[in-house]
């Protein structure tokens, strides 16, 4: 595995894009990390610090919306709205597909349908994220503590420190900037970098809290046993790395499982030659929608919740806090409608990308059949019982291990940062992101005559005694872009190290 991260910087092509993609998601960091104008994040940070230990709903569901913008909601920063709004507009653009013929006829038309598509989404994206800002900076000055239930600003100090029409004009603006700016970051990196951008994004923001869930951990390690809060011995330490490992293992194995279904292909004679009389498989994974129908059900879950939450930061009325109690993180309702998304929406996104009758047709083309059933519609028919009970093992594994994190949250009393780790949302992200990345760049190297991270399964390319050179003549290129980000990361060191020594000593 180390030799594939080595070989992957001797294939120009593939240096450059990792090079470029590193690059935009440290600009989405520095994004993350910049405060609006007008706005002072101590408050809620300190806010949040001293909450941390309380198993509240709403502060479970302000920390899970945190996690997805990798900090940047508490932060206050420019990207505060994160993804999400984009995330939120695909799902209503693909919920109106399969109603609306207009958008249906548009999605059969190939790449120009889909530009078309892409378009309205980018439109959509920017709706969404300026009425999500201007109903969040409008909470913020009005009424932060229904937006954060327990936040009193005469014990944290005020969050808004500037005029408030002045900042809720601005702030509007910037919020809805840094949601577009993050989308096109993610459309630059899926065409000229490595991966899917936009996944690239949530999973940065997920691995960005890593360190603080480390350091929650090893403080309750550290703290002596009958002490104020929670702690851990060794024992449950040790325990809890093993659960860790068999948890990601678990999602690993389930996610590259499939199912081989046997094709058969017919001998056919052309001229003097005997084409086919080979035996092949149809691979079918059992998680074939992925991590699609956890990042719909949140979105989806979301969305609602935190407009009624704003909304009744803004108006002060109590009607809408109870409903977006109602719909909050943690509870009874909150629970069934998220693990009924899950599997609804498992099944939603393998009618969209599965296509029997087309597989079944394509087979019956090229002298292909399954043994033991029919070319044609009964092909079909089977491929579409086989893949029909497929997704529904894969829906349960997604529902148990998206609500898995959640149970050592109230029972186990673990910090939410800490539980988010051990299974959710934010693990199945990650773990499918890095396996659908390290693919496509498995792909780049095998054809490059390269082994890639697995020699099993994979032909050794040739050896070659020619010594291999790295042109750096594409690093060089990105001088323009590199400087800059060296700039930034170093006055974004200096100011840690003054905030986190000079500032408190």
Not at 256 to 273: D, E, M
Not at 364 to 390: C, E, H, Q
Not at 489 to 501: D, M, P, Q, T
Request: aromatic content about 12%.
């Amino acid at each position: 595995m180390i030799s594939a991260f080595t070989n992957s910087l001797k294939i120009p092509e593939l240096r450059q894009r990792i090079l470029y993609t590193l690059g935009l998601l440290f600009v989405a960091r520095v994004g993350a990390n910049i405060p609006l104008p007008g706005i002072d994040p101590m408050p809620l940070q300190d806010f949040f610090i001293s909450q941390a230990q309380r198993a509240s709903a709403g502060n479970s569901l302000i920390a899970l919306y945190n996690m997805f913008t990798g900090g940047a909601f508490v932060k206050g920063a420019i990207c505060g709205l994160g993804i999400m709004p984009y995330i939120s507009a695909s799902i209503i653009l693909q919920l109106m597909t399969a109603v609306m013929p207009s958008l249906s006829r548009l999605q059969h038309e190939g790449d120009i349908g889909r530009q078309k598509i892409s378009q309205y989404t980018r439109y959509l994206t920017i709706l969404i994220s300026f009425i999500q800002g201007y109903l969040l900076v409008l909470a913020l000055c009005n009424y932060p503590g229904k937006l954060f239930p327990g936040f009193e600003p005469a014990i944290y100090g005020s969050i808004v420190v500037m005029t408030k029409w002045w900042f809720i004009l601005t702030a509007t603006c910037f919020l809805t900037a840094g949601t577009v700016l993050l989308m096109w970051l993610g459309e630059q990196i899926t065409q000229k970098g490595i991966g899917n951008g936009i996944s690239l994004l949530i999973t940065v923001g997920i691995v960005a809290g890593m360190p603080k869930a480390i350091t929650q951990a090893f403080q309750m390690f550290a703290k002596p046993v009958g002490s104020e809060g929670s702690s851990i011995g060794f024992t449950q330490a040790v325990l809890m790395l093993v659960l860790l490992f068999v948890v990601i293992a678990a999602m690993i194995a389930v996610t590259q499982a499939q199912r081989k279904i046997p094709v058969q292909y017919a001998k056919r004679v052309v001229g003097h030659k005997v084409y086919g009389g080979q035996t092949s498989f149809l691979p079918l994974r059992i998680n074939y929608a992925g991590v699609m129908p956890v990042i719909f059900a949140n979105a989806i879950l979301m969305f609602p919740q935190q407009i009624f939450a704003y909304i009744a930061g803004a108006t002060g009325f109590r009607f809408f806090q109870d409903i977006s109690y109602f719909l909050a993180h943690g509870s009874t309702v909150y629970y069934i409608l998220y693990g009924t998304m899950i599997l609804g929406f498992s099944y939603f996104w393998v009618s969209i990308m599965f296509k029997p009758i087309q597989i079944a047709d394509d087979l019956k083309k090229n002298g292909g059949y399954i043994p033991g059933v029919r070319p044609g519609d009964p092909t079909a028919k089977f491929l579409d019982f086989v893949m029909t009970r497929l997704t529904l093992a894969g829906a349960i594994f997604l529902t148990v291990i998206a609500l898995f994190p959640d149970l050592l949250y109230f029972s186990c009393s673990l910090p939410y940062t800490i539980a988010t780790f051990f299974g959710g949302t934010g693990t199945l992200i990650t773990v499918g992101v890095v396996l659908d990345t390290m693919k496509q760049v498995e792909t780049y190297l095998l054809q490059r005559h390269y082994d890639g991270f697995l020699k099993k399964g994979h032909l050794r390319g040739r050896t070659v005694n020619v010594q291999q050179v790295i042109d750096t003549t594409e690093i060089k290129s990105l001088k323009s872009l590199w400087y800059p980000l060296l700039v930034l990361f170093g006055l974004g060191l200096a100011s840690w190290v003054i905030r986190e020594f000079v500032m408190k000593s």
